[in-house]
């Protein structure tokens, strides 16, 4: 009787124990998997670059861009506004730059900032060339634009980040009187200013 007492508590005692680790386990595997699903989510937030290839550039501040996570995108480049095409000669001066730059780059890095799309469901980013394998200019094709004054400055909404950059380059180039700022023949109209300008003369045209 004695023995069979003492096996029946040790079974017990060992039934106790296989309870106990298998909810230390699953609690284990609980916080594992918590854990697992943070580092995820963080990732996905922090996660505001993109890579691919161009496939069009319809103008100075516009490509399309072949990417492996989003597809074929539509871009507008962030702070700047290049001169419409119909603003000769600086609408295709802006985008024969971009495309000569472009041309030089297998692929290109894009950066989105705090709105990642607009009105018009265009991916919102700044736009950096490869310089070699896998690595990337620092300078933002929307920078040199400016730098080169071939754009204006043009913060959409809370997408800031380079804004401080993006004023000096500008205020540069119109010191220099480059391009677009050029006193004779820059232009009349800011891009802005011209689409305005454009819409009102189509809306009393079909009036």
Avoid at 185 to 191: I, V
């Amino acid at each position: 009787m004695l023995v069979l007492l003492l096996i029946t508590n040790l079974r017990k005692s060992l039934n106790k124990n296989r309870f106990l680790l298998n909810s230390f386990k699953i609690e284990l595997m609980k916080k594992y998997f918590i854990l697992f699903l943070s580092i995820f989510f963080l990732s996905s937030c922090k996660s505001n670059n993109f890579y691919g290839t161009i496939t069009a550039i319809p103008d100075g501040d516009t490509v399309k861009v072949k990417t492996k996570k989003l597809g074929i995108v539509r871009v507008r480049l962030l702070g700047i506004d290049c001169p419409e095409i119909k603003q000769e000669p600086w609408g295709k001066i802006a985008k024969e730059f971009l495309e000569e730059e472009l041309n030089n780059s297998n692929k290109i890095k894009l950066e989105t900032d705090l709105v990642k799309r607009d009105k018009y469901g265009r991916l919102l980013a700044y736009i950096y060339t490869e310089k070699d394998k896998n690595h990337y200019e620092k300078t933002s094709l929307n920078e040199k634009l400016l730098k080169e004054g071939l754009a204006e400055l043009f913060i959409i909404g809370d997408n800031d980040k380079y804004a401080v950059r993006f004023k000096e380059a500008e205020a540069k180039a119109k010191q220099a009187k480059i391009n677009i700022w050029d006193e004779e023949n820059g232009t009349k109209y800011s891009p802005y200013e011209f689409r305005k300008r454009s819409k009102r003369k189509k809306r009393m045209k079909n009036e």
